[in-house]
Every structure is written in structure tokens, then in C-alpha cells.
């Protein structure tokens, strides 16, 4: 079999930092709103859970290291990929790990971001940002949020209707021009899938669905063990006591794995605080995570009825 293909050589880099740089020339800060990571540091190995997904993740892997195999069995790689599921669940991760597994400069475009900023002049930037990766090695487009192009959701009204519609087409077009693109692959995300517009989705767009779920109970237990594992090796030593893994499960229904991160996150935290506070605080407890974990809730609901417009 053919060795993988090297990755992108430095040259290659510096051209598409030059490039980029000649965008935010022409369209203002790109930064927050379109970034490049020459190679994210997240692996699949870091991911906890989502076993279904990582290995569709997996396959895209090959599809961009070793686009002959496709051709050596009659088909085609898939170009356009949408990840949904609820807010947290790991779908930028997923991203960042494919971009990293298959040695590919990854492109993060925030898509809430450049509506609120550009608006009508979004799809020109979108096209400027695909044209940047054609020829330029092998890299992994992320459209986060990719549902804020229903411009119609954030400005109501026939001219947002429209200026949405113009983006869409201008994206389709750029995602069907990717069949001869073999070496990129556009990754969208949403966690509102019902928000989304139906034509993005299909042959000649985004026509491979990922789920990315909220984790069970294993899952969960893998990522809480993933985080501590991390934190440790952060700090050079013991974090945590042993924790009662059944007792904190059962105070997480619903929760993603991005809040079972910063369940720990803060209880690492309010540590932190006391000893900066003259105390001597032990390593954590399962008790100091149950605390957290309730305080942690009531936050989510405020926060989820100020993003509904319910709070008052």
C-alpha cells in the first residue's frame, strides 16, 4: 500500500497564514470568528464515550489520509459532514480530532460570529475561506453553528430571508466544488438541528449525519475519569479522593460531557479559592462534586431562560 501522504509542510503554512491575512485585510479581525490550528492537540483516545461516532469519525480519517482507497473500490469520500446533538456533547472536539488524526490544518469558522458581523457579506467570506484551502494541503473547514445561516431566526423579515438564502446557495456551491478537492473536508456542527435549513442537508452538501448524544452512564464515568486523569497530570499529583461514581451519576441526568468537565472544573476551583484563602483543603471529595453539581444546575436554568427569552 502507498505510505500516507506528509503533512503540510511549513511553506505550506506560512502561505495560508498569508492568505488569511489577507482576508482580515479586505473583511476586518478574523480572530474568534475564523481560525486556523496548524494541528489541534485533541485525540480520539482524549474523547470519552461516543464510540459510534469516533469510529464514523475514524472513517473520514481514512477518506482524507488515503483517498485512493475510495477510488481502488469504486467509490468516492465523503465531503460534507454534519455533526448534531446537544450543546456539549463533544462535536467541536470530534473536529478538532479528525483534523489531528489526519494530519490536517484545521479551519474553525464560528458561524453565529460571522453573521452577527459581516451579515449579508457572509457568503463572500465563506467563498474567500474555501478558495484559501483549495491547493493548499490537506484541511479539516469547521462550520460551527452552522444553523445561524437561518438568518431569519436572529433577523426577522424579507431581507434577511433573502440574505440567508444567498449565503446557503453560495455554500452549496463551495461544498459540491469539494468532490475535486480531495484532500479537504467540510465538517459542520449544530445542536439545533430543526433549525437548520433542509437544502444544506443531502447529496452535493452535507450528506453524512453524525449523532453526537449526551453520554450514559459508562460514558460518563469515562469522561469524569478522562478529566481527573488530566487535572492530575497537570498538577504533578493526587486531586482526588476516590469518588463514588454511582452517587454522582445519579445528580447528572442530562448532563453533557462538557458539564460533567466543568462540574470538576469548578470544584478544582472553589479548592483553589480556600487555599488561597490561608485554608489547607484536602483533595476533592465526592461530596465537594454532589455541592457542585446543585449549585451547577441552578445555573443551567437560569442561563437556559435568558437564551429563551423566559427569565424576568
Known amino acids: 500500500m502507498r505510505p500516507d501522504r506528509p503533512a503540510p509542510p511549513d511553506v505550506s503554512l506560512r502561505r495560508l497564514e498569508d492568505l488569511l491575512a489577507g482576508l482580515a485585510k479586505r473583511f476586518g479581525d478574523l480572530r474568534g ?48 459532514v454534519l455533526l448534531y446533538g446537544p450543546p456539549g456533547t463533544g462535536k467541536t472536539l470530534l473536529a478538532q480530532a479528525l483534523a489531528r488524526e489526519a494530519e490536517a490544518v484545521f479551519f474553525h469558522l464560528r458561524m453565529r460570529h460571522i453573521v452577527f458581523k459581516w451579515y449579508g457579506d457572509s457568503g463572500e467570506l465563506i467563498q474567500e475561506v474555501f478558495r484559501v484551502l483549495a491547493g493548499n494541503g490537506r484541511g479539516v473547514l469547521y462550520l460551527d453553528e452552522i444553523d445561524a445561516l437561518s438568518f431569519d431566526r436572529m433577523f426577522p423579515g424579507e431581507e434577511a430571508r433573502a440574505a440567508s438564502r444567498r449565503v446557503i446557495t453560495v455554500l452549496l456551491e463551495r461544498l459540491e466544488a469539494l468532490g475535486g478537492m480531495l484532500e479537504t473536508l467540510a465538517v459542520a456542527s449544530t445542536s439545533r438541528p430543526d433549525a437548520l435549513d433542509s437544502t444544506l442537508v443531502g447529496p452535493g452538501g452535507l450528506d453524512r449525519l453524525i449523532e453526537v448524544p449526551l453520554p450514559d452512564g459508562d460514558e460518563k464515568r469515562e469522561i469524569l475519569a478522562i478529566h481527573q486523569r488530566r487535572a492530575e497530570a497537570s498538577a504533578g499529583r493526587t486531586l482526588f479522593h476516590t469518588l463514588d461514581s454511582d452517587a454522582i451519576l445519579a445528580r447528572t441526568v442530562k448532563m453533557s460531557g462538557g458539564d460533567l468537565a466543568e462540574v470538576l472544573r469548578r470544584a478544582l476551583e472553589e479548592k483553589a479559592r480556600r487555599e488561597g484563602a490561608g485554608e489547607n483543603p484536602g483533595p476533592v471529595e465526592t461530596d465537594d462534586i454532589l455541592r457542585v453539581i446543585e449549585d451547577y444546575r441552578r445555573i443551567k436554568e437560569v442561563v437556559e431562560k435568558i437564551r429563551y427569552g423566559q427569565y424576568l
Request: proline share 8%.
Open 33 to 80: 470568528k475564523v481560525d486556523m490550528v496548524p494541528r489541534p492537540q485533541v485525540t480520539l483516545q482524549e474523547i470519552g464515550g461516543l464510540a459510534a461516532a469516533k469510529r464514523e469519525i475514524q472513517s473520514l480519517v481514512f477518506a482524507l489520509r488515503r483517498p485512493e482507497l475510495h477510488q481502488r473500490w469504486g467509490t468516492v469520500p465523503v465531503k460534507g
